[in-house]
Each structure stands twice: as structure tokens, then as C-alpha cells.
């Protein structure tokens, strides 16, 4: 069995990225239910909007699934992983913040740790910290990202030589060639967001779902480099305000504001371009339908057997015809 599905006790090795305040109870079940790991991002929710979602979850499947706290957001971070602790939530994924001051009291209650890191040395700490399996993040990735600004591509096999636990690959990948290219890059499996927005289950707006079918390769800017909070999402008229705004002297609280989740949800699930954004990350170029979460695992896993047999068999036929007979 692949190592990371050993340690999070799931059937194939994808992972749903937590998505903020628009997580959905029946999207992380879904994705529980066709064998991966499901996430509840618990983004900037009291405690009581949490809870109400892991119940909501819990009745929605018996399967493992996650609670994303990005530490340095959500200002609830202590009572969000009692929520976790107090339901058996079966793993906690820490982000946005220092992991290693909770992932003792976490194993404590036998729950498993997912650390988001988005360098090298933060792989390290949070591995010396406990963590059980690493989510290394390239700024391909949709929402808030990492200002270091690094390439899944070029992290992903930094951060398996760099630690012992499976490490996931996060940014970038849509379809079984990402997870494919993940594998072989070392990862154990990979954690997808905006592939899991265009599906079926996910209840965004049809608009924000339409916008990642017709998206281009240049579909997605970064927000936020001129006050060190980087965000990619869609083009938008009011993304092109905000760029335009940051080209002026935009204040840090003015951005913070302007990015809010209050606007993310104006984006998302209500469709308003005009006043509001859609995270999304790169790979929106390559989506071109809206399948069901367990069509689109399934074909992932298919498609991603078949690349990988396709590389061993011409490694093997190039190898056959090199030798001098």
C-alpha cells in the first residue's frame, strides 16, 4: 500500500485542499467516499460554524477526512482543534502559521498531522515538530500562497530529500499526468483545490465553475506582492481593480480588507466578478468538464497507471536497444 494512504488510512493517495470559508460538508464527503482524504477548511468560521460542519460532514460519511486551521487566520486556532479532538476528526491539517506548537496535544488524541509547508526548511521543522505527513505547496496553487514564490516542480523533490514522512505535492495538479509527475518527482500522493471546485458536488456558483471550463493558460494573477500577502485567483474586473490599486500604494490593511472572506464569498458563491474574487490556481487551463468526484478520482488514479506504465515500458525498450548484442 502507497505509504501515505497507510498513514491516513485512505484509499488513494489525493487530498482535497481545505478552500476557507466555502469548504463544503458535501464536497469533503464526497471525496472521502470515492477513497481520498476530504478537508473542511475551517478559513476565517467561529467555532460554531466549524462544528456545525463537522456534524454536517460526520453524517455524510464514516470515511477519514480532515480539518484544515490555517494558524495565523482563523484567530480561533486553539478551540478549532478542540472541535477536532472533541469529534474524532481523524486528521488535522495545519497551515498559514507554526504547526509545531500543537501537534503534540493533537497525537495525544491519536490524530494524525498534516503540515502545509511552502520551503525546504519549514518541511524540516515541522518534521522535528511531529508532523506525520508534509503538504508541499508550489505558488501554482490557488489562494492565499507563499511569497517565496517557489515552483511545485522545483519543491517537491527538495522536500523528500529533505524529510522521512510522505509529502504531498500541492499546486499544479489537475489530472492523473499531475499525480503521475508527483509520484515520480518523489511525492506520496498530491492535494487538489480548484479541480475540486469544478465538480459536480461542489456547491459554488455555476458561474465560478463555468469560468475554470473556459479558462486559459494566463487565466489566474497574483494579488497582494507589494504588501507581502501573496493570493492567486481568477482575472476579474474587480481583481484588475485591485492590481490597479496596488500599482498606486494600496495600505496592507486596505488589501487584507479587499481580500476578505466576505469578498471571497461574493466571488465564489454568489458569481459576482464585479465584487468579489475567485481563488484559483493554475491549472484551471486544463479543466475541461464537470465530472463527479469519484469519475474524476477514478480517472486520475487510470490515467496516472497509465502514464507511469508507459514511462517504465519505454525506459525498458530504450534501455533493450542500447544493448550491444
Known sequence: MNQLCSVLAIKYPIIQGGMGNISSPKLVAAVSNAGGLGTIGCGTMTPAE???RIVATQQLT???????VPINVNPYTKELLQLAITHKVPVVSLSAGNP???IEKLHAHHIR?????ASVKHAIKAEQGGADVIVAEGYEAAGINSDLELTTFTLIPQVVDAVSVPVIAAGGVGDGRGLAAALMLGAAGVQMGTRFIATQEMPVHQ???QRLVDATDVETVILGRSVGQ????LCSPFTSSLLADEGKGITLADYQER???TYHIKGAMEGNEQGGFMNSGQIAGIIQDLPTVTTLIETMMDDAQQCLNRTLLNTFQNSV?????
Open 259 to 261: 481580500t476578505s472572506e
Open 230 to 233: 501573496v493570493r492567486r485567483v
Open 100 to 102: 509545531t506548537l500543537y
Open 113 to 117: 498531522v498534516i503540515a502545509v509547508v
Open 50 to 52: 466549524v462544528e456545525e
Open 207 to 209: 458561474t465560478y465553475k
Open 62 to 68: 464514516q470515511k477519514p477526512f480532515a480539518l484544515n
Open 321 to 325: 536497444r542500447g544493448v550491444q548484442l
